[in-house]
């Protein structure tokens, strides 16, 4: 049997990871999970304030994201369902890795949903 490489292996670790921490939620509940820890996030921070750089830099990975994900659906290499279906598991990803850190700053149950 072929072993697989290590590039493989990290994909399958990561899809595992994603799938055990998928909250259930929706992509637009977990967006807005999301949107609630950074609103926590801010009140927790003196002069919380984006910086035009830091703002910048957030712009570009999304028109990068947008460009890398047509390519593929355009090329048949992945489908427009099953993009939306890994946000979505990103977005659950993300929203219970806040939790858990929060959860672990203040010592009871943090939930973002």
Known sequence: MKKPDDAHVSDMAIARLL???DLGLSY???LHGLQSCVKLEQ????????????????????????????????KGVITQEEYIEELRLCMNFEVALREKKWSEKLGREVTFR
């Open 19 to 21: 799938e055990a921490l």
């Open 28 to 30: 637009e509940e977990a």
């Open 43 to 74: 009140s927790n921070r003196i002069n919380f304030d984006y910086k035009k750089d830091h703002r910048v830099g957030i712009d570009s990975a999304h028109v990068s994201d947008m460009a890398i994900a047509r390519l593929l659906i355009e």
